[in-house]
Antibody, heavy 125, light 110 residues
Framework: QVQLQQSGPGLVKPSQTLSLTCAISGDSVSSDRAAWTWIRQSPSRGLEWLGRTYYRSTTSRWYHDYAVSVESRITINPDTSKNQFSLQLKSVTPEDTAVYYC????????????WGQGTLVNVSS | QSALTQPASVSGSPGQSITFSCTGISSDVGVDNYVSWYQQHPGKAPKLVIYDVSNRPSGVSKRFSGSKSGNTASLTISGLQAEDAAVYYCSSYADNSPHVFGGGTKVTVL
C-alpha cells in the first residue's frame, strides 16, 4: 500500500519561499513507472496542477514538468536517499494561499491514484 | 477560471442514477483517453474513482462509470447512496499542461 506523508510549515510570509516535502512509503521516488506531482487547491483557483518529477531508466534521467503559471518560481526535487520529493515555490504572495497536495500517477495513466493528506499553507505577514 | 466546464451541482434521490458532464475542447478532453474523475469529501484529499475515461481503480464501487463522446466526458453514479454526496472533479490532458481540472460538481443526495 502506497502512502504519501506531507510535511512543512503552514504559514509563510509574503516574498519568502514555500517549502513542502512528501515522504513516500510503499513505492520508490525512482520508480520507472511513477510520476510524482504537486497539486494545490484554493477557493479562487480550484484544483491546480503545479508540476511533477519522474525518473526513467531508459535514459537514466530525471524529468521535470511545471505549470506555466508558476514555472519561473517553482522547483520540484527528488531525494532518493530519503525516498521523498519536495516542492519549493519562491516569492510567494497571498494568492499562493492554498491546500497543497502531493500525488502519484503510474504507467502514464491519467489518474492520481494516491494522494498526500494535504497541507494548508497561508501566505501572510 | 477552470479549464474544463462542469455543472455546479446535481442532485438525486437514493437509488437513482445521475450523470454529469465535463466539457472541454478538442485539444484537451477530445485528445485520447486521458480523462479522470475524483470524489472529494469536505476536508479530505480527492479520491480517484475513474481513470483513462472509463477504468475503475481497485476498490471503487461498480456504481461509478465513465464515458466520453467528442469533447465531453461524463460520470454516472448508479444506485445513488448517501455516501456519494461529495464534490466531483474531472481532469484531462491539455495542450499546455499534462493535467487540467474542472471546477467541480457538487452531488447532493436528497
Amino acid at each position: 500500500q502506497v502512502q504519501l506523508q506531507q510535511s512543512g510549515p503552514g504559514l509563510v510570509k509574503p516574498s519568502q519561499t514555500l517549502s513542502l516535502t512528501c515522504a513516500i512509503s510503499g513505492d520508490s521516488v525512482s520508480s520507472d513507472r511513477a510520476a510524482w506531482t504537486w497539486i494545490r487547491q484554493s477557493p479562487s483557483r480550484g484544483l491546480e496542477w503545479l508540476g511533477r518529477t519522474y525518473y526513467r531508466s531508459t535514459t537514466s534521467r530525471w524529468y521535470h514538468d511545471y505549470a506555466v503559471s508558476v514555472e519561473s518560481r517553482i522547483t520540484i526535487n527528488p531525494d532518493t536517499s530519503k525516498n521523498q520529493f519536495s516542492l519549493q515555490l519562491k516569492s510567494v504572495t497571498p494568492e499562493d494561499t492554498a491546500v497543497y497536495y502531493c500525488a502519484r500517477t503510474i504507467d502514464d495513466s491519467s489518474g492520481f491514484d494516491y494522494w498526500g493528506q494535504g497541507t494548508l499553507v497561508n501566505v501572510s505577514s | 477560471q477552470s479549464a474544463l466546464t462542469q455543472p455546479a451541482s446535481v442532485s438525486g434521490s437514493p437509488g437513482q442514477s445521475i450523470t454529469f458532464s465535463c466539457t472541454g475542447i478538442s485539444s484537451d478532453v477530445g485528445v485520447d483517453n486521458y480523462v479522470s474523475w475524483y470524489q472529494q469529501h469536505p476536508g479530505k484529499a480527492p479520491k480517484l474513482v475513474i481513470y483513462d475515461v472509463s477504468n475503475r481503480p481497485s476498490g471503487v464501487s461498480k456504481r461509478f462509470s465513465g464515458s466520453k463522446s467528442g469533447n465531453t466526458a461524463s460520470l454516472t453514479i448508479s444506485g445513488l447512496q448517501a455516501e456519494d454526496a461529495a464534490v466531483y472533479y474531472c481532469s484531462s490532458y491539455a495542450d499546455n499542461s499534462p493535467h487540467v481540472f474542472g471546477g467541480g460538481t457538487k452531488v447532493t443526495v436528497l
